[in-house]
């Protein structure tokens, strides 16, 4: 029997049933508990996870017990990803496992996966990530690691270190200063 709204064009035949099993189930799980919905996504025990935030590639995600997972939070597992016991994921902290920036400067987007780079992403235990934060791909962040919100955090942090991107800025000035003076030095030497 034809659709009679007129949606049946709107539906791709090649759609992964998987993908749209996962729709639904997101769609489901609003109207959930933190608990809840942490269970009907079989995460482990003592986790909790808000309202809209999403798991992508949950088969390849490994969480450990009480984990906590903020609203809107996106946890990208497509090039593996794992968060180890007692972690809290803030809202709308955004974990990636890949990157397509390749894929979309070549002008490839939407035509080919070649150029997608995926690697995987560690979060120790104990660690606050509070939101709105970023977590490169590739990323490994030690056990009881503290990040202050709205951090980038593109390299790997040891157990428990303090991540703010005021702290690496001062960091860096005072590099920068410790070069220029020694530039100073050496040009000063010459000139003498």
Known sequence: ????????????????????????TYRVSETMTDRERARLLNLPEGCRIRER???????????????????????????????????????????????????????????SRDRIEYKRT??????HIPGPTVIAPGVTIGNGVMIAPLSFVNEDLPDRA???????????RTRID???????EILSSRDS
């Open 1 to 24: 029997m034809a659709d009679p709204h007129g949606f049946d064009h709107l539906f791709d035949d090649d759609t992964n049933p998987a993908l749209r099993n996962q729709i639904l």
């Open 53 to 111: 935030a999403k798991i992508l590639a949950p088969e390849n995600f490994v969480c450990g017990k009480n984990v906590w997972i903020g609203e809107g939070a996106i946890l990208d597992a497509m090039g593996g990803l794992e968060i180890g016991d007692n972690s809290q994921i803030g809202s709308y902290v955004m974990v990636w496992s890949h990157s397509s920036h390749k894929q979309a400067i070549r002008g490839e987007t939407g035509t």
């Open 122 to 127: 560690k979060i120790g235990s104990n660690v």
């Open 162 to 172: 303090v991540f703010s991107p005021a702290r690496e800025m001062r960091r860096l």
């Open 178 to 184: 410790q070069l220029e003076k020694k530039l100073e």
